[in-house]
């Protein structure tokens, strides 16, 4: 699937199967014998999927084949579901900390299958504001509708593409500019634009009241690199074979569905624009959690952003 402008996807399709591939990693992870959170729903959605024909690439039963294929590319793939493990982790503690502090506005930009607002401890009088394209947020519903799975506090869903409008179909939807928030981007930047994501962090910041809170997957400079790209196409390539020993015809590549452009920094950006920032690169969130990677060359440069609006 080409990336352009105006592109939309279902859940099944390019962009729209990352959030699947995310949850098949949280379904593992809530699996886990000592998991770092448990998702309940996220096998929902993988049994969901199914359904209609999407088969997941990697299950125990396929990763199992491709280990005996390949032990190099069993521990890189290992490393990514340590590394979802731990960002999972880290913006759930990030969205409970900001509750006990009294905000009850939140904004998951992005959200795909997070089911945050299904399962977290909320502070009551919160509203949860889930923004996605439309096909996405349906999905997502209907299937948690399926299993009588109720929100943990107000839900609002605003299905938007973030490339357009979203500032009035969010303030359409009930948000309170006025009010402080907690906004979260997780999963999110590579599948936009450099533009784009300028665009989005300045309309983040003219929404935000003073007290508001930001998480964000940041992206390092190195992630978008021509070398780095080359070492991924190679990884790619190798765990390709290794899934086709294992007689899987097909693993997906996300980094087709990336726009591979120099960035903004949002850690610089956002202390430019009076936000306090904090950050820890995914190696050190890692180690917090006792997540350790099995092959560190494979970590994505990644710095996860915790920024109040002061
Ligand atoms: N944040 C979620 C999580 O971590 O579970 C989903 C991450 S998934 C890798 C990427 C998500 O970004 C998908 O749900 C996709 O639909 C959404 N997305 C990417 N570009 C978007 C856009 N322009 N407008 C709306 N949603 C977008």
């Known amino acids: 699937m080409s990336r352009h402008d105006d592109d939309t996807w279902d859940i099944t399709e390019g962009v729209g199967a990352t959030a699947l591939t995310v949850a098949r990693a949280r379904a593992a992870e809530s699996d886990a014998h000592c998991p770092l959170y448990t998702d309940p729903y996220a096998h929902f959605f993988i049994e969901a999927a199914a359904e209609s024909g999407w088969q997941p690439a990697f299950t125990e039963e396929t990763l199992a084949h491709i280990g005996k294929a390949d032990d190099q590319v069993l521990a890189r793939m290992k490393t990514m579901a340590a590394y979802i493990a731990s960002r999972t982790k880290y913006l759930d503690e990030f969205f409970t900390t900001a509750g006990a502090n009294g905000l009850d506005q939140v904004v998951i930009l992005a959200a795909g299958l997070d089911t945050r607002a299904w399962r977290l401890p909320w502070i009551s009088g919160t509203t949860i504001y889930e923004l996605d394209q439309p096909k996405v947020l349906e999905f997502k519903e209907q299937v948690l509708r399926r299993h009588n799975a109720r929100p943990a506090t107000a839900y609002v869903s605003v299905p938007v593409d973030l490339r357009h409008d979203w500032p009035q179909a969010l303030q359409q939807s009930g948000f309170d500019a006025s009010r402080p928030t907690v906004w979260c981007a997780e999963g999110l930047l590579p599948y936009l634009s450099a533009r784009d994501q300028d665009l989005l962090f300045e309309r983040i910041d003219e929404l935000s009241a003073e007290g508001s809170r930001l998480a964000v997957e940041a992206f390092g400079r190195d992630f978008y690199s021509p070398e780095l790209m080359e070492r991924r196409r190679e990884r790619m390539a190798q765990a390709r074979q290794a899934a086709a ?66």
């Not at 007689?247 to 306090?276: F, H, M, Q, S």
């Not at 820890?280 to 996860?304: G, K, S, W």
């Open 245 to 310: 020993d294992a007689g899987i015809d097909e693993i997906p590549d996300t980094a087709a569905l990336w726009y591979i452009e120099a960035r903004t920094d949002v850690a610089d950006w956002l202390t430019d624009r009076d936000w306090e920032v904090e950050t820890i690169d995914a190696p050190d969130l890692m180690e917090h959690y006792q997540r350790p990677p099995a092959d560190p060359d494979v970590v994505p440069d990644t710095t996860f952003v915790a920024a109040s609006k002061i």
